[in-house]
């Protein structure tokens, strides 16, 4: 029961993160069309979605590294 709280937690806190990420890349986008025109709208549509998602990942990751060390990660999946 713990452990399905916990893997409640760190799902809860990856789609927050997903979504607070995707906020930020739809923001980026408006504000570069605003200030810069069509062509840095553009760029940036292109560009800043790869960039914002490898970011979060890795972020995403340092933290399950660091709250779930490796030998108990395992047993956590198990037990599910």
Not at 51 to 68: G, K, M, P, R, S
Request: net charge positive; proline share 1%; charged share 10%.
């Amino acid at each position: 029961r713990n452990n399905f709280f916990f893997l409640f937690l760190i799902v809860s806190l990856g789609v927050f993160m997903a979504y607070l990420a995707n906020l930020i890349r739809m923001v980026m986008i408006i504000l570069s069309g605003h200030y810069f025109g069509q062509e840095a709208l553009s760029f940036v549509h292109a560009n800043i979605g790869w960039i914002i998602f490898t970011l979060v990942f890795f972020t995403f990751w340092y933290i399950l590294e660091v709250f779930i060390p490796e030998s108990n990660s395992v047993k956590i999946i198990k037990k599910l």
